[in-house]
């Protein structure tokens, strides 16, 4: 007879699954800007971004409103590796002239009871911080910042709502002069999710189940529209109660729930809460038991007083009724001391309105729960998630079947979430100290950061001197009596054009400047149809001959240009040659280059001094198998300004942005010292990865620099490729992991074995950790490829330190090229410049963000030139090929 009468009150399965996917897609007009207005799931901001990671430490006070009885708390945060805090607690009673009289006597009073709590227990002298626990909904724009919506649960206190109520209790206490420092305002449901978060780092989900109910969880920032910024995750208070205030819930809603809402002090609102929350299912209990007495269902059709008188069955009762171990004992008890004299078949009855009543608020709760639990899994992209729901609240916790009921639906309904439910143990006042507790220790995680990161950040003004001293440098490279003595080369490459379209025939390239070896074919054709065709082949070099030998290097070498001319099928052609040669070199023509220094981890012995031109003549010697005219030895550098010249006749400057950095450009012979002659131009390779060797930019040197420079094959030289070059930047941002990690910032202190290792921190996993399109979850998974174990405030801090570094070396790179076309506009004695920079090197390329950052500084520092940049199709093979070409031309212009 119950179960035909409560019939609409029994939610199948199909049911909850739909009442899931309704509650998903409120959630998603919350998190929507232009949505959220008019959602009824309000999926408030709490601005709390961290959960607790252990370290937190200190006292902290705490203040509870919301329920029957205001709370004040002290807390004791330990940082003694047990992850232990201790609480003492004072309650006062929350009189009902306060709770519905105005702000101003509201405030006073937790002000009040607050002082007598710090005199209690001797802490007036003391300047504790606070965490404010505000058990109504607000709408924060900070931590220490919120804005009542409206009141829930009885509270009806004038002048309030509308207003900033950490501003209004700050008054109250200044006026009572306490000294107390409110650092934060919590919601209680955002209390539980800390506080068991604070015992269990899987806790990423809060629930209350009480006088009123409500859910958080941690969102990724990137999908709240509401707040600013995209990384990392920030605690959404979802304001559950409201779902359904706009009809969404209307058919499952009973006759029972629209009276009991017409008689409430809200009607039309909180009706998901009214549906759920202990504050109204005695009274939904009630208006059944009466109904059907009415009917005659139920004690003999005897309506008693108690029947009539609303709030007079309680959940208190309700939940006494559902004890099934006692029988009916209880039943019968309660029922007679409210006057009803039940038989055993009303309390029978009766009991049964009572489970199922408790059992749809379980179901429901579920589903929603569920929902949440969904997305959680789908932000991560897990197939199977674990994690953990904080929860509070007493209709969870007296209720005798509530718990057992509630986890088996969420199971059910989410079998790809492996969940754990865990009480909370004073969550509202403990989690209100512990978010003020991790507030505290990111405030101060945040200026330990900025210290640290504080050297790479150049201003415009030291960005300049760089520029200038850049400018002296070349000058000293250019000049007879400075040249032996700078550090900035500037040597000739006896480059004295740029093509000019009428270059033709077929060449030989050799590109050795890394850990491969091409050697390519080159078929370039002039006139109206010019074109350049290209094949090659790859060749690795082993690091036991990059460190070994200069003549087991060569022997290398031209054992692979004999494999790449029998796979070609031209062993016996006398091709002309150009060799890319991507290591400084002192050039006396365009056929001789003696190497200067290796770079680049190359080591081999009996090279630095050498001509290398020699040397690989005298190798094709030793094998005797075929001849080749070597015409010209090349820097890659080089070789990409003159892909791009034969492209952009204008492009008179060439950029390396790679492994390695470096740069060359067209120079007038009249200012270049140490070759002969005063008419037209030559490349000049200005070999500035060595500025700053003789100490001139030690000023921005950072101690990470040092480091990765004493730790490195050539220490004292290379010094400004060594901050911005990709072999140097993935090394400067371990450098600086494992000194944040010291410091207790990063991977819970804990430097990890790989961490430890030279050379782990690859200048690519910078350009991956610092693209837009990557979320953190991707950060994280590259980070745990390098064996660290990170949290989701860890990714956030390696992605900032990644993003300084190669910010730095971006800045850097363009002032040193900015000092160069100041210098092209100022022998062309023009107020305005126009040129084309030919750019190569997988740092330009492939980072996400350093182009851009480099063409902006340019155009900073150097604003009356405006620099085309040109990305470089193969400088080092299709260059050394047209450097080549254009020799064979000039040199028979020349005869």
Not at 87 to 96: A, C, G, I, R
Not at 655 to 662: D, H, K, R, V, Y
Not at 834 to 862: C, M, N, W
Request: glycine share 10%.
């Amino acid at each position: 007879q119950v179960d035909r009468y409560l019939y609409h009150m029994r939610l199948s399965d199909d049911v909850l699954l739909d009442v899931m996917a309704r509650f998903q897609a409120e959630m998603m007009k919350g998190l929507g800007r232009d949505t959220n207005p008019t959602a009824t799931v309000k999926m408030l901001p709490s601005f709390v971004r961290s959960l607790p990671d252990g370290s937190e430490k200190g006292d902290f006070l705490a203040v509870d409103l919301g329920g029957s009885q205001f709370r004040a708390h002290q807390v004791k945060v330990f940082d003694d590796g047990k992850q232990s805090s201790q609480l003492e607690s004072k309650f006062y009673p929350t009189p009902k002239e306060v709770i519905q009289g105005n702000g101003a006597e509201l405030f006073d009073y937790v002000a009040d009871c607050l002082l007598d709590f710090m005199e209690t227990k001797n802490l007036k002298h003391k300047k504790l911080p606070l965490g404010f626990t505000f058990s109504f909904p607000c709408k924060q724009t900070k931590l220490e910042e919120g804005v009542l919506l409206a009141w829930t649960k009885h509270f009806k206190v004038r002048g309030v709502q509308d207003t900033d109520v950490v501003s209004s209790l700050r008054k109250a206490l200044q006026k009572h002069k306490a000294n107390v420092d409110v650092l934060a305002l919590v919601n209680d449901t955002v209390g539980t999710m800390m506080t068991c978060g604070y015992d269990d780092q899987h806790c990423e989900v809060g629930l209350i189940i009480g006088t009123g109910t409500n859910a958080c969880y941690m969102e990724e920032m990137r999908h709240i529209d509401l707040v600013e910024g995209d990384e990392g995750r920030m605690c959404i208070n979802t304001e559950w109660g409201a779902f359904g205030d706009d009809g969404a819930l209307d058919d499952l809603r009973t006759e029972f729930d629209r009276e009991l809402d017409l008689g409430s002090l809200n009607p039309g609102k909180q009706l998901f809460e009214k549906m759920i929350s202990s504050l109204y299912l005695g009274e939904l209990v009630r208006l059944i038991l009466l109904k059907m007495t009415k009917e005659g269902l139920l004690f003999n059709g005897k309506v008693s007083t108690a029947l009539l008188t609303k709030g007079k069955i309680e959940m208190k009762h309700v939940s006494a009724m559902e004890k099934y171990k006692e029988g009916l004992s209880n039943t019968k008890e309660i029922l007679t001391e409210l006057n009803l004299f039940p038989s055993e078949e009303d309390c029978v009855a009766v009991q049964h309105v009572c489970t199922i009543v408790s059992f749809r608020s379980a179901n429901l709760c579920a589903a929603a729960l569920a929902a949440i639990l969904t997305r959680l899994r789908e932000n991560k992209k897990l197939l199977r998630m674990r994690t953990t729901v904080g929860i509070d609240g007493g209709l969870y916790k007296t209720h005798p079947q509530y718990a057992k009921r509630l986890h088996k639906v969420v199971r059910r309904l989410v079998p790809t979430c492996d969940v754990r439910f865990l009480l909370s143990v004073s969550g509202s006042g403990r989690g209100a100290a512990l978010v003020t507790a991790v507030a505290h220790r990111l405030a101060a995680q945040r200026q330990c950061i900025d210290a640290t990161l504080a050297p790479f950040l150049l201003p415009l003004g030291i960005l300049r001197e760089v520029m200038d001293k850049m400018r002296a440098e070349l000058e000293y490279g250019l000049k007879r009596e400075t040249q032996a003595n700078a550090t900035v080369k500037m040597l000739p490459t006896y480059v004295c054009g740029t093509p000019d379209g009428t270059e033709k025939g077929k060449f030989l390239a050799l590109d050795l400047g890394g850990t491969n070896f091409r050697v390519l074919l080159v078929k370039i054709k002039s006139g109206r149809r010019r074109s350049v065709q290209m094949y090659n082949k790859i060749f690795a070099i082993p690091l036991e001959i990059m460190q070994g030998t200069g003549e087991e290097l060569f022997d290398h070498i031209v054992q692979c240009i004999a494999d790449f001319l029998e796979y070609m099928g031209i062993k016996g052609a006398r091709l002309p040659l150009g060799f890319t040669f991507s290591f400084p070199c002192r050039q006396a023509s365009i056929d001789k280059g003696t190497l200067v220094g290796w770079t680049k981890g190359f080591k081999a012995t009996d090279c630095e001094g050498e001509d290398v031109v020699d040397m690989l003549r005298e190798a094709i010697k030793r094998r005797n198998e075929f001849d080749l005219d070597i015409v010209a030895v090349v820097n890659d550098t080089v070789g990409t300004m003159m892909t791009c010249g034969y492209e952009d006749p204008n492009c008179e400057i060439g950029l390396i942005a790679g492994t390695g950095s470096n740069v060359c450009y067209m120079e007038d012979m009249k200012n270049i010292e140490i070759v002969e002659g005063n008419e037209g131009k030559m490349c000049i390779n200005t070999e500035w990865g060595a500025f700053g060797d003789n100490g001139c930019i030690d000023n921005i040197r950072t101690k990470y620099d040092k480091e990765v420079d004493e730790g490195s094959l050539n220490p004292g030289k290379q010094r400004y490729e060594k901050m911005t070059s990709g072999m140097y930047l993935g090394e400067i941002v371990r450098q600086i992991l494992i000194d944040l990690t010291k410091q207790g910032l990063l991977f819970r202190g804990h430097i990890s074995e790989s961490l430890r290792k030279r050379g782990i921190f690859e200048t690519k996993f910078l350009s991956q950790i610092e693209s837009d399109r990557l979320a953190l979850l991707q950060v994280r998974r590259i980070l745990q490829q390098l064996g660290l174990d990170s949290t989701c405030d860890d990714s956030i801090i390696v992605k900032e330190v990644c993003g300084v570094v190669s910010r730095r070396a971006a800045r850097l790179c363009g002032a040193g090229l900015a000092a160069i076309v100041e210098k092209k506009r100022e022998n062309q004695g023009v107020g305005r410049l126009q040129i084309t920079v030919g750019v190569d090197g997988t740092l330009y390329k492939l980072h996400p963000h350093f182009s851009r950052v480099l063409r902006e500084t340019v155009k900073e520092l150097a604003p009356q030139c405006d620099v085309t940049f040109m990305l470089s199709e193969d400088g080092s093979g299709k260059g050394a090929a047209l450097i080549t070409a254009v020799a064979k031309r000039l040199h028979n212009v020349g005869q």
